[in-house]
């Protein structure tokens, strides 16, 4: 089984999330050396099962981003972000 360590997930995911997908083959995550978890692949059983349960929903790929409006001109998000801390003092 092939370890990675939590970095090199971190820099690499998409990489090895279709490693993962495409060979069928668990990854080990280790942190420092010591294994702390498992980047396994879900079985096509395991993904509909799941779907009936609820637990996931598929992606629609009907969505689209858009028809979102512009937010008008005011405070910077800096200077909302100033008024929100002096808030919390």
Known sequence: MERIGV???RQNASRYLAQVAADHQPIEITDRGRPVARLVPIAA????????????????????????????????????????REHER
Do not use: K
């Open 45 to 84: 059983d395991d993904w509909e099962n799941m779907v009936a349960a609820g637990e996931i929903i598929p992606a629609d790929s009907g969505v689209t981003i858009g028809g979102i409006d512009p937010v008008e001109a005011g405070l910077s998000a800096s200077e909302i972000l100033q008024e929100l």
């Open 7 to 9: 970095r090199e997930l």
